[in-house]
């Protein structure tokens, strides 16, 4: 079920490195975690983020989570459709739930996140 | 008993006498008046230039007066109340709200008063607040108390900001504020807008602040403490002294949040355990009515060495007997607000507080406490205690019990609704999942209670049988369950001609 | 521990539970007194005596004492009054008061849940959508303390979209209480207020505004009509701020102006903030009032406090439910938009109801009345030789009114004549000591603003003679 063609971050978010750019989003258990996804705020275009950096932040009716960004790089694109519909996030979030895409600084910064395997096995010691 | 309820009327969808009373503005009828103004008796010129004259409201209403009573007396009845039955919210003291209050504060002499008159003109509300303060100073066994802050939270930072100014004074206002896990959002709210990061603190097991954690944590750089007391599981913090010893002697202060001063109202006092400040809520312990959210007030009470910093006004009374309005304090933080504070929440609190009287005050704190316990020797079995902890005035439960049969404390929360029930507070305190936060307060007599806790056993006893039933309530109120991802995704904050 | 009543022995009329349910309940508990209930409580800190208050009274002694204190003051009761500056006594009908002693509105708390609390929801939906068509702006909150701290959550609001400027511009003709508790709620957050005076006619001095605004400034702020009573040009503030992309703040105190003068929102204001006390709220020694805040859309996730929107329930049925809560402090905690958790419900629903009843035409309608009085008045006291109207822009229902006199003196003389003349200017500004300010509404007739013009002239007379 998680894609084996991505990355994962211990905070939930997805990296899909196509050659230098990277598309993240957050996870299947992520927005099962969240529940209804009403609102995703974003960073604009151009903006230069470090691996660990606050990327944006996802709100559900109740809670509001901070989203991290798994690779340093440039934000390219951001995914304009969440902003009218966020479900989106919940419906496809490997698809067109994704978040922004990134080019990417260094590539082996992605190596260094798990693997779909890995993933689900942290979220399986998480869920706990 | 509402046994009824288990009945098949339970799963029939929600009352169909409930009235739909539509949107005030979907029954403007153009040419209709709901007012009337005598004739203008001077002379109409053109007074303002073309540019500011606005030429009209489009879309605001036009409806008689029979509608709009109709319309309002209809929605009121959509709502449930303390005037109706037990409410019984955690940390909120939902108690009963007495209607000499109400006659007091409408009182002509009060209620037209204006807030800048001049003292001579104003000695009978300056009195009254004069009293107000000493009766609140006798309460929390501290030297000073300012009337200015309209709500918990004004009051929060009221005080955040004067132990600032204090410090700032001796020379480091410092870094941080110091907040316990089990705090109510407003604390770090507060906290950060006077200027402050906050440290999180752990509870321990038992849902307290450790003593040990606290000493580990307070550096050079806190400014203070904040914290509920009791906390907001209902748990008194034994250790409270201690807290003030550790804090006073690295120059922090002990800030309390007074949300649930009823549970201790004339059997202790926050002054004397060392407590430098503390907000109370007038709109909880002191019975001024919540009115769907506010007004309250939050009069904020101070140890010696802070009054210099108090917000202006205060009233003081001269040696011939009459009082006065002081906004010259040098030091102080401030004004908090235009004017004099919510004069009108005072009126009814102090009426409260003549009303009770010393004998009654203890009262309150006994009964509440007494009832609280009831509800939790009736209900413990049935529902999972997480903490299990002597308790006050209310009584933390989970729904750890209920989750087995894939039932959470939220459907729990709407099948109390079937029963006639106001929910207690849930998912709060943030440190017990499925929190069920149950304050039931001194005004509820024993009948109410049995009714109360026969409802939450049978919603207990449904779980096991009836699961389903639980989940999809609530199933007999006015609307059902909303869809609130829908609300928050494509926000409707406003009708809109069609 | 020996003095302290025995909870078996006292009833109260406010608490049911009586010597015979105590005993029950304890019983229950497994405890045999009351007091082992507060056992967790130190006895160190525990009081050995009552407090030293007075009561229990009886309603009859309450009622005798209040209303010996309430007569004690000299009020609009049996005064002419004429006083404003930012609390305006307006006609409230008769059913708004009838219809918040309701228990069902009076007695129920936030709402939370919302399957049981429609009739607060729904009402403070309309409320929301009275402050829209008022403003001419977009999204209206629930309601915030008052019109000061509306004015402080306002630039708070300013301050986190804008970002890296530091400044925020406010009028000087801005109520001074406000910002009194601007510079309060600002005082640890890094932000500096620059004011700005008026010119000769009472509106604010352009080339002033102009030299004020700079690149570190990230919010105007101006009240209209401001505390001279003069109404501003927003269109001249509009264009300057818009230059330095600041945030364009309009702040009302006389909320009955919206009826006849045109709205911030048509003149491209972000924000409007303010006072709803005029709509028929008593003066109430200046509180509780109602503070509203209206913003543009593009603003609203930046809000504080409580929002309240539109949706279904399960059956498809329209309904209304709090929403947005993740900007709120329950939530957010430290990083919300505002610290605001009770706000002014009761009020909001009474300016609700107000608004209502008045709608379209009796908004006007005493809009209207409040102007053309307080010209026909300004007329009346401009004829009086000695008398001056410094202030030439163009003015609502307020004004200020000059004499050779000590304001002070001459509101003493008139109070002698039993008449409230109004608010000295010298205590917020020491060079106007002979300044006041005079506010007219619906409720005076032409008989009363000629005895005023009376009054004043003969205390004048008194006073020079």
New interface residues.
């Given amino acids: 079920m998680t894609p084996e063609d991505s990355r994962y971050a211990k905070s939930h978010e997805y990296v899909h490195l196509d050659k230098e750019v990277g598309t993240i989003g957050i996870t299947e258990y992520a927005q099962k975690e969240l529940g209804d996804v009403v609102f995703v705020e974003l960073p604009q275009v151009g903006t230069q983020l470090e691996a660990g950096d606050e990327l944006g932040s996802i709100e559900s009716v109740k809670a509001v989570s901070e989203l991290f960004c798994p690779v340093s790089g440039e934000v390219i694109e951001v995914n304009e459709a969440l902003a009218d519909k966020p479900e989106l996030v919940n419906t496809d979030p490997y698809g067109d739930g994704w978040m922004v895409r990134i080019k990417v600084s260094d590539a082996t910064e992605v190596d260094e996140l798990m693997s779909a395997e890995e993933y689900e096995e942290y979220t399986q010691t998480e869920s706990h | 008993m509402s046994t009824i309820l288990e009945t098949e009327a339970a799963t029939a ?2 009352a169909a006498t409930a009235h ?2 539509g ?3 979907e029954h ?1 009828r153009k040419g ?4 009337q ?2 004739p ?6 053109n ?3 073309a ?4 030429v ?8 008689s ?1 029979v509608g ?2 109709r ?3 209809r ?10 039955g037990m ?1 019984p ?1 955690g940390s ?1 003291s ?1 108690k ?3 209607r ?1 209050n ?16 001049p003292d ?6 300056l ?2 607040l004069w009293n107000l303060e000493q ?1 609140l100073k ?2 929390m066994g501290l030297p000073r108390v300012t009337l200015q802050p ?5 009051g ?2 009221t005080g955040i ?1 004067m132990i ?2 204090a410090l700032a004074k001796s020379g480091n ?1 410092r870094k941080y504020i110091l907040i316990p896990d089990s705090a ?3 604390n ?11 440290k999180e603190l752990k509870s321990n097991s038992r849902g307290m602040v450790d003593a040990d954690t606290l000493a580990a944590a307070v550096t050079e750089d806190v400014a203070a403490l904040m914290i509920t007391v ?1 906390n907001t599981l209902g ?2 913090e ?1 250790e ?2 201690k807290f003030a010893a550790i804090l006073h002697a690295k120059g922090a202060y002990l800030y309390c949040d007074g949300a649930n001063l009823n549970s ?1 109202v ?4 926050p002054g ?2 060392g407590i430098d400040v503390i907000h109370s ?1 007038l ?1 909880k312990t002191f ?1 001024t ?8 007030a ?1 009069p904020v009470g101070v140890s010696e060495s802070l009054i210099p910093y108090l ?1 202006p006004p205060t009233v003081e009374r001269r040696e011939d007997g009459t009082f006065y309005l002081d906004d010259q304090h040098p030091d102080s ?13 005072m ?1 009814r609190a102090l ?1 409260y ?12 704190a ?2 509440a ?3 609280a ?2 509800i ?3 209900l413990k079995g049935a529902y999972h205690l997480p903490y299990d ?2 308790t ?1 005035h209310e009584v933390v439960f989970s729904d750890k019990i209920q989750t087995a049969k894939d039932v959470h404390t939220l459907d729990i ?2 099948r109390l ?1 079937d029963y006639g029930f ?2 207690p507070t849930i ?2 305190p943030l440190i017990v999942s499925g929190a069920l936060m149950i304050e039931p307060t ?5 009948e109410e209670l049995d009714a109360f806790c026969e409802a939450m056993l049978a919603i207990a006893r449904e779980c096991e049988e009836r699961p389903e039933l639980v989940r999809t309530a ?1 199933h007999t ?19 809109k001609r069609p | 521990m020996s003095n302290l009543p025995d909870p078996l022995q006292d009833g109260h009329r406010y608490i049911p539970n009586a010597a015979e349910d105590i005993t029950e309940m304890l019983g229950v508990i497994g405890v045999d007194s009351v007091d082992a209930l507060f056992e967790s409580i130190p006895a160190a800190v525990k009081l050995d005596r009552l407090l030293d208050l007075p009561g229990p009274w009886s309603e009859i002694e309450s009622r005798q004492w209040f209303r010996k204190l309430a007569a004690r003051n000299v009020t609009a009761v049996d005064h002419l009054s004429f006083l404003g500056a930012g609390a305006y006594a307006h006609y409230q009908p008769a059913c708004v008061d009838q219809l918040l002693l309701r228990g069902e509105f009076l007695t129920s708390y936030t709402p939370y849940q919302p399957e049981v609390s429609q009739g607060t929801l729904q009402s403070i939906f309309e409320y929301q959508t009275h402050q829209c068509l008022l403003t001419g702006l977009d999204v209206a909150n629930a309601s915030l303390y008052d019109g000061s701290t509306a004015l402080c959550e306002a630039v708070l609001l300013a301050e986190r979209v804008v970002k890296n400027r530091t400044r925020v511009v406010v009028a000087k003709s801005m109520h001074p209480h406000y910002t009194a508790t601007l510079r309060t709620y600002l005082q640890n957050l890094g932000v500096d207020i620059v004011e700005v005076a008026w010119g000769a006619d009472g509106r604010i001095d352009m080339e002033a505004l102009r030299t004020a605004c700079d690149e570190g400034v990230f919010a105007v702020a101006v009240q209209s009509p401001n505390f001279l009573g003069v109404l501003e040009d927003y269109d001249a503030v509009a264009a300057i701020a818009g230059q330095i992309g600041a945030i364009k703040i309009a702040v009302i105190t006389e909320a009955t102006s919206l009826g006849i003068v045109t709205p911030p929102g048509a003149h491209d204001f972000d924000i409007c903030v303010g006072e709803g006390q005029a709509w028929g709220i008593p003066t109430q020694y200046g509180g509780p009032n109602v503070g509203f805040m209206v913003v543009r859309e593009a603003l609203k996730r930046h809000m504080p406090g409580r929002l309240v929107g539109e949706t279904v329930d399960v059956d498809g049925r329209r309904a209304f439910v709090l929403t947005l809560a993740t900007r709120e402090q329950h939530i957010r905690r430290g990083k919300a938009t505002s610290n605001i958790c009770t706000n002014e419900a009761l009020i909001a629903l009474a300016a609700n109801i107000y608004l209502s009843l008045m709608g379209k035409e009796g908004l006007r309608d005493v809009a209207v009345h409040s102007l053309q009085k307080a010209a026909y008045l300004r007329g009346k006291l401009a004829e009086i030789e000695s008398v001056t109207l410094p202030f030439a822009g163009p003015v609502y229902n307020e004004f200020v009114v000059r004499t050779p006199l000590p304001a002070k003196a001459i509101l003493a003389d008139l109070e002698q004549q039993k008449i409230l003349g109004g608010i000295p200017l010298g205590p917020f500004y020491p060079s106007q000591s002979n300044d006041f300010l005079v506010a007219v509404t619906e409720l005076h007739s032409r008989e009363q603003l000629d005895q005023y013009a009376t009054a004043l002239s003969a205390a004048i007379a008194r006073g020079t003679r």
């Fill in positions: 969808p929600a739909r009373e949107v005030l503005f403007s209709r008046r709901g007012y103004l005598p203008l008796d001077v002379p109409e010129k007074v303002l230039p540019s500011l004259l606005r009209e409201i489009a879309d605001e209403l036009e409806v007066e709009v009573i319309h309002f007396t929605l009121s009845k959509l709502n449930l109340s303390i005037d109706a409410y919210l909120c939902m009963h709200n007495p000499l109400e006659e007091i504060a409408r009182t002509p002499g009060f209620a037209l008063s204006h807030p800048l008159q001579h003109q104003v000695q009978g509300n009195e009254l009766a006798e309460i309209v709500a918990g939270a004004h929060e930072l900001l600032h100014k206002a109510h959002g407003t770090p709210a507060s906290a950060a807008f006077a200027g402050y990061e906050i009791p748990v008194f034994s409270i002294q201790f004339g059997i202790a006092r004397d355990m809520n709109h019975s009515p919540h009115g769907g959210g506010g007004p309250g939050g917000p933080i401030g004004r908090v607000r235009a004017f004099n504070g919510n004069f009108g929440v009126v009426t507080i003549r009303s009770m009287g010393p004998q009654g005050l203890r009262r309150i006994q009964l406490v007494l009832n316990n009831y939790r020797a009736r902890a002597a006050l929360a709407k609704m106001h929910p998912y709060f001194e005004s509820e007599p024993k609530p109120t006015p609307v059902r369950r909303l869809d609130e991802a829908r609300a928050a995704r494509q926000p409707i904050l406003r009708w």
